[in-house]
């Protein structure tokens, strides 16, 4: 198998597997994207494709910058994010500009991904910016841990221009399952105040109770396989106007003057 087809191998197999224990096998098939972008684990993008047939086809795109310090269940986390994404959009009513809404969050809570903009227990659950964690006794956990029972099931390959995790994930026991009552408010939910004594780490959980998973590639590889980054060389200079303080950005050495002041920028 060539280098590309083991890349996304595992990411198609874990959407196909997910699709049918968490989806019902509802979501139509993807195409997959690695595209690196600070900050960001994953993204949806709605019939981004076409063929020349005139079909469409939507994008989930997964950054691998974060392969290398994550836990394989981590970009499995990340995965099912984007695919109630998809669900959404195929079987609700996502709102505009990537908008979180409530809709989507019930799904998330749903499929045992609670949503939260921090990404631990007391964020907001809805909003633009958005992150989860993962519920205890929800469905994703037992899906994953299923998936991964199988030792021949890996990421095969990593970045190794790595970027540090955005917050260390947890995975807290909500004994409550009003949570994913359709009657209870969002607001409610988002109000339910989670006992510190339930929420543990991901990381802990998982040497605890699948000592066997592999873990994240960073702390198996040795740390000279990963490159260091290298800081973006600035191509721009700042110039000011002595006189109204106005600023303007260009490549080096320009000669400019403001019109209004007279005076040359600095």
Known sequence: MSPTNELYAPLTGAYDHFNIHLFNGDLPPVIFILQRKKHVMGFFAAKRWGNLQGETCSEISINPSYFATSRIIEVMQTLVHEMVHAWQHNMGTPSEDHYHNKEWARKMMDVGLMPSDTGEPGGNIVGRNMSDYIIKQGRFLSSAE?????????????????????????????????????????????????????????????????????????????????MPEVAKKQTRSRYECPGCMTKVYGKASLNIICADCDLPYV
């Open 146 to 226: 299923e998936l991964l029972s199988n030792p021949t099931y890996k990421l095969q390959w990593v970045d190794r221009l790595a970027l540090p995790k955005l917050h260390e994930p947890v995975i807290v026991d909500i004994q409550s399952t009003s949570a994913y009552d359709a009657q209870v408010s969002v607001e409610s939910i988002q109000a339910m105040v989670v006992d510190p004594s339930n929420v543990a780490s991901l990381e802990s959980h998982c040497n605890e109770q699948y000592p066997a998973m592999q873990a994240s590639a960073d702390r198996t590889l040795a740390t000279d396989f990963f």
